[in-house]
């Protein structure tokens, strides 16, 4: 599956965006999804994960709240809606894919098959 992220940008701090990730190449329906984040000089941080049905997700403690993860089957597209934002958002964002088949090991990044080329998010203060 090839996966494509959209909708990064330049934003103040407690203001929203909307991130996509768009799949193609194979069956949407099949795949768990992620998002994690890197910040220059950081490790890959796990954002948010949705089960394939999107009937499940997770997200990590420093997003609860204020990210929402969701996903429309119809269109082979995953979001994340971030609200509240906060300089430390800061980073580039990446979206993921697992092969639902497989163990899930939804907040690692070893835990995923595929990933698209991320978009970057500022957020000044």
């Known amino acids: 599956v090839q996966l494509q992220a959209s909708g990064g940008g330049s934003v103040q701090a407690g203001g929203s965006l909307r991130l996509s990730c768009a799949a193609s190449?194979?069956?949407?329906?099949?795949?768990?999804m992620a998002w994690f984040r890197q910040a220059p000089g950081k490790e890959r941080e796990f954002v948010a994960a949705?089960?394939?049905?999107?009937?499940?997700?997770y997200y990590g403690d420093s997003v609860k709240g204020r990210f929402t993860i969701s996903r429309e089957n119809a269109k082979n597209t995953v979001y994340l809606q971030m609200n509240s934002l906060k300089p430390d958002d800061t980073a580039i964002y990446y979206c993921?894919?697992?092969?639902?088949?497989?163990?899930?090991?939804?907040?690692?990044?070893?835990?995923?098959?595929?990933w698209g080329q991320g978009t970057l998010v500022t957020v000044s203060s």
């Open positions: 993921a894919a697992r092969l639902k088949f497989n163990t899930w090991r939804y907040s690692a990044p070893g835990g995923y098959d595929y």
């Open positions: 190449g194979s069956t949407f329906e099949n795949y768990h």
């Open positions: 949705i089960f394939w049905s999107g009937g499940l997700s």
